[in-house]
């Protein structure tokens, strides 16, 4: 079973239109987060919840909306997506006792 | 606010020859420093991470780390590298407390020459 499962693996989609990334955690870990790797492969953190409460919000266009309808569970939507939101985003969890992560294998969007 | 550099942005070695690569971290207190390696279009994998106590830290794939806590630096170093080791390396510095959210350097592209 893969610990940090992120679907889909790859989205190509036109600018304007709505999509979603989902991720789920089968590790019983507290805490989830969304991280976006750039063209020149900086990661940067976008989002990240404990127990579905959202405590990390790092100056993200309102465009991203991240949902955590559980703990195992942390979605990520983005409207009217623009070209400059092709990146590859990562999810990751950790256990909420110290930053040991386990990320996903990531998400490569393009929108074109 | 915690911070990381990595001053070298691609390395090039050749196989067999020995590896370091460089991370200086800048955060208020002791910090958790990790090292991940990306390969080409794959996610993030821990070599290795330093919590606390003995600075030299061994990780996966023959790699490790040493914390020296007066150069605020964390390098990684491996004697004999192998061509399967050509990948993206990623220094990082997390959090004690609250958010635990790690901050990356930008990245060592480490190319191997036969």
């Known amino acids: 079973d893969t610990a940090v499962s992120q679907t889909p693996k790859y989205l190509v989609t036109q600018m304007g239109n709505d999509k979603s990334i989902k991720c789920e955690q089968n590790l019983g870990h507290d805490t989830m987060y969304w991280y976006k790797q750039d063209s020149k492969k900086f990661l940067k953190i976008m989002f990240s919840y404990n127990n579905k409460e959202l405590i990390i919000n790092e100056t993200v266009p309102n465009r991203f909306s991240p949902k955590s309808p559980d703990k195992a569970h942390l979605n990520l939507h983005i409207n009217s997506l623009e070209l400059g939101d092709s990146a590859v985003y990562f999810c990751?969890?950790?256990?909420?006792?110290?930053?040991?992560?386990?990320f996903g294998s990531g998400t490569r969007l393009t929108v074109v | 606010a915690q911070s990381v550099t990595q001053p070298d942005i691609h390395i090039t070695v050749s196989e067999g020859a020995s590896l370091e690569l460089r991370c200086n971290y800048s955060?208020?207190?002791?910090?958790?420093l990790f090292w991940y390696v990306q390969s080409p279009g794959q996610g993030l994998q821990l070599l290795l991470k330093y919590f606390s106590g003995d600075t030299l830290v061994q990780g996966i794939k023959g790699f490790e780390a040493e914390f020296k806590r007066s150069q605020s630096s964390f390098n990684l170093r491996k004697p004999s590298v192998h061509w399967s080791d050509a990948a993206e390396y990623f220094c990082?510095?997390?959090?004690?407390?609250?958010?635990?959210?790690?901050?990356f350097g930008t990245g060592t592209r480490l190319t191997i020459i036969p």
């Open positions: 990751a969890s950790s256990p909420g006792s110290g930053p040991s992560y386990t």
């Open positions: 990082a510095v997390g959090s004690h407390f609250g958010n635990e959210k790690l901050t």
């Open positions: 955060y208020g207190a002791t910090p958790y």
